[in-house]
């Protein structure tokens, strides 16, 4: 049966400082692990890029059940790009180590594969205890799963973009006219005017993807990704520093220069 490989940026840190408290990418290898298809006949295997110096770190806790590999620079951009030249799978995904999948989202995800060359959701934002906070519509790497060869095709990940990576790949993506599949939750509208009316960032994916995209609603009435929201993430680290909200206004320059808008 096919393989799917996994690519997991860590920064191999948790809830909390301790360095023996759980690590978020633990959370992540057993959420991978679950998926129902790798009891289908797939094969999983799930590559983590850290940052240089931490693979020593890492291996004892982390054993047999992934692959780590040490950036060569300390960037998420650096760090997904040395997992990514080791994948060897049939398929691609992304899942930051932070967030979850719900546990069929692979074989939801794989069912669609061949009609379409990359599929991604809408996901629910959760703090670390599991309050709900709100679901987003952005197509963020923890929902993004394609075959090979559409990742061959994109290539890697800009490392001159320390913030939105994420964007500037979908940039490349929606340039090459990929058939894309975005699931949303049951409840979710999937007509143009209604989306515009009440849910203007799904109208963003549409309008940047145009033709290429299809929203596909499933039938549960949550989405599919769980998406964490704590002080160390990326969006958390922008709002509270004035420095990387500057760097982050100028990466999206950057992009509305390259592709005429911010990707979605």
Known sequence: ???????????????KDDPAAPWFVERAIAC???QSIFQQGFTPE?????DPGMAALGLPRIGLKARLYEAPIRLQAAALNVACAHVSGDYVAFLEDDDLWEPRYLERALAQIGRFGFVSSTQLERSIGGVVVKI?????????????????????????????LDSEWIGRLNEQRIPRLHFVEATAPIELD???SVRILLANIIECAGDSI??????????????TVHPG?????????EAKL?????????LQARFGNIPW
Do not use: K, N
């Not at 799930?46 to 850290?50: A, E, M, T």
């Not at 993430?233 to 520093?241: D, L, N, P, R, T």
């Open 136 to 164: 987003i519509d952005y197509a963020t790497p923890s929902s993004w799963v394609m075959p090979r060869a559409t990742f061959d095709r994109i290539g890697g990940f800009d490392e001159s973009y320390r913030w939105h």
């Open 194 to 196: 209604q989306i515009r």
């Open 246 to 254: 500057a760097q982050s206004q100028a990466e999206c320059q950057r």
């Open 214 to 227: 299809t929203l596909l609603r499933h039938e549960s009435p949550w989405p599919l990704v769980m998406r």
């Open 1 to 15: 049966m096919a393989r799917i490989s996994v690519v997991i940026p860590s920064r191999l840190q948790g809830e």
């Open 32 to 34: 991978v692990l679950g």
């Open 46 to 50: 799930i590559l983590i890029g850290v």
């Open 233 to 241: 993430s990326g969006m958390a680290q922008i709002q509270a520093s």
